[in-house]
C-alpha cells in the first residue's frame, strides 16, 4: 500500500493526471521520487500517439510540432516550466544569492522570465516540427523519461539550498538507497533502449541529457547554494529542449550519411 500511495503522490504532484487522493504525510512520500520518471514516460507515449496520428492524418509540421509542446504542458500542468520561469528571474537580477531565492519564492513572473519562455517555446516548437523520423520521435520520448531520472537522482544526491519547500517534502522522506538505485537503474535501461533505437541520436540524447545534467549541478551550487524545486523544474526544461535538439541533430546527420 505504501508503494501505491508512493505512486499517487508522485502524480498528485507533479502531473495533472488524476489519482486517488492520499494523505499528505511524509510515509506515502517514502518512495515517490521512484515514479516520477513514470510521468515522463505518460508523456512520451502521448506524443508517439500524437505524431502516429498526425502521419496517419497528413497533419502539416506546425500544428504537429505545437501540439508536441503543449502535452507535456497539459501532463503537468505546468509546473517545470514555473520552476524554469523563476530561475530566470532570479538569475537574470545579478543578486546575491539571498536575493535570488527571495525572487524564486516570488510567484509574480517577471520579463525575464516572459522573454525567455517565449523564445524557449518557440524554438521547441520549431525543433519538433523538424522531426520526421518516428524513431527519433521515440528518442525524443524516451527523453521525459531520462530528464525525470537525472532530476531524481540529482534531487537525491545534491545538496539543497533550503530546509523547507516543495522538493525537500519529498527528498527528506524517501528511502533514499531504494531511490537512488531505482533512478539509476531507470535512467542506465533507458539510455540503453534509447541508443538501441537509434545509435547516432541516442548517443547525442544521452550525451546531452549528462552535460544538462553537469549544468544543472554547476549552476544551483553557484547561483543558490543548492537545488530548490525550482532549479529541478529549470533542469527538466532545459534536459527536455536540449535532448529534442540533439535527437534533431542525430536525424539530420543520418540524412546525411545516408545520402
Known amino acids: 500500500m505504501i508503494i501505491l500511495r508512493s505512486l499517487a503522490s508522485a502524480f498528485l504532484m507533479y502531473s495533472r493526471i488524476p489519482m486517488p487522493q492520499v494523505e499528505w504525510k511524509e510515509e506515502n512520500r517514502r518512495y515517490a521520487l521512484c515514479f516520477f520518471p513514470l510521468i515522463g514516460a505518460v508523456i512520451g507515449v502521448l506524443i508517439l500517439?500524437?505524431?502516429y496520428l498526425c502521419s496517419l492524418l497528413d497533419f502539416g509540421a506546425i500544428i504537429t510540432g505545437v501540439v508536441s509542446?503543449?502535452?507535456?504542458?497539459?501532463?503537468?500542468?505546468?509546473i517545470h516550466i514555473d520552476g524554469f520561469c523563476d530561475v530566470i528571474?532570479?538569475?537574470?537580477s545579478f543578486g546575491d544569492r539571498e536575493k535570488k531565492l527571495s525572487i524564486m519564492s516570488d510567484a509574480h513572473i517577471g520579463s525575464f522570465a516572459?522573454?525567455?519562455?517565449a523564445v524557449y517555446l518557440?524554438?521547441?516548437?520549431a525543433v519538433y516540427s523538424e522531426i520526421r523520423d518516428m524513431k527519433t520521435v521515440a528518442v525524443t520520448a524516451l527523453g521525459f523519461v531520462l530528464s525525470r531520472s537525472l532530476s531524481g537522482i540529482g534531487a537525491v544526491c545534491?545538496?539543497?539550498?533550503?530546509?523547507?519547500g516543495t522538493l525537500q517534502s519529498f527528498v527528506k522522506p524517501a528511502h533514499r538507497k531504494i531511490t537512488l538505485s531505482v533512478l539509476v537503474v531507470i535512467a542506465v535501461i533507458t539510455a540503453v533502449f534509447t541508443a538501441y533505437i537509434s545509435l547516432v541520436s541516442g548517443v547525442l540524447v544521452i550525451v546531452g541529457a549528462l552535460f544538462c545534467f553537469l549544468l544543472y549541478r554547476i549552476s544551483?551550487?553557484?547561483?543558490?547554494?543548492?537545488?530548490t524545486g525550482d532549479t529541478a523544474g529549470w533542469f527538466l526544461q532545459i534536459c527536455e529542449l536540449a535532448t529534442a535538439v540533439m535527437a534533431l541533430v542525430g536525424e539530420k546527420i543520418m540524412g546525411v550519411i545516408l545520402i
Open 158 to 164: 545534491f545538496k539543497s539550498a533550503k530546509n523547507d
Open 122 to 125: 518557440l524554438l521547441q516548437t
Open 220 to 227: 544551483a551550487y553557484k547561483n543558490f547554494g543548492g537545488i
Open 69 to 78: 509542446v503543449i502535452i507535456p504542458v497539459i501532463v503537468t500542468g505546468g
Open 114 to 117: 516572459a522573454i525567455y519562455l
Open 89 to 92: 528571474d532570479a538569475k537574470s
Open 49 to 51: 500517439l500524437w505524431r
